[in-house]
């Protein structure tokens, strides 16, 4: 079973920046791909950054150039980068394992972290 624990969540003024991370257990599967969503008060969660398993990233167009993601694959742990912050950002922050295990779909599911970008 895979566990995965956001970390890194906090207040921020506005042009701040936090690194969120999130550190997987358990079985962790080859070919798997890491994501981070967020999700904002009254509304639906989106999809923010991936990093594929090849190594490939992509960012959602509201924070490319100012998002990076990355992984430390000694540490079982994927990074978001988050720089140059607006009140915007403020959400509760998801990353998301998704593998394909016997040729079937897994995801999972981190429990979330708190950002709030506030003067």
């Known amino acids: 079973q895979v566990q995965l624990v956001e970390s890194g969540g906090g207040l921020v003024q506005p042009g701040g920046s936090l690194r969120l991370s999130c550190a997987a257990s358990?079985?962790?599967?080859?070919?798997?791909?890491m994501a981070w969503y967020r999700q904002a008060p009254g509304k639906q969660r989106e999809w923010v950054a991936t990093?594929?398993?090849?190594?490939?990233?992509d960012y959602a167009d509201s924070v490319k150039g100012r998002f990076t993601i990355s992984g430390d694959n000694a540490k079982n742990t994927v990074y978001l980068q988050m720089n140059s912050l607006k009140p915007e950002d403020t959400a509760v922050y998801y990353c998301?394992?998704?593998?394909?295990?016997?040729?079937?779909?897994?995801?999972?599911w981190g429990q979330g972290t708190q950002v709030a970008v506030s003067s």
């Open positions: 358990g079985s962790i599967f080859s070919n798997s791909v």
């Open positions: 990093l594929g398993s090849g190594g490939g990233r």
């Open positions: 998301k394992l998704s593998i394909i295990r016997l040729g079937r779909p897994y995801e999972y």
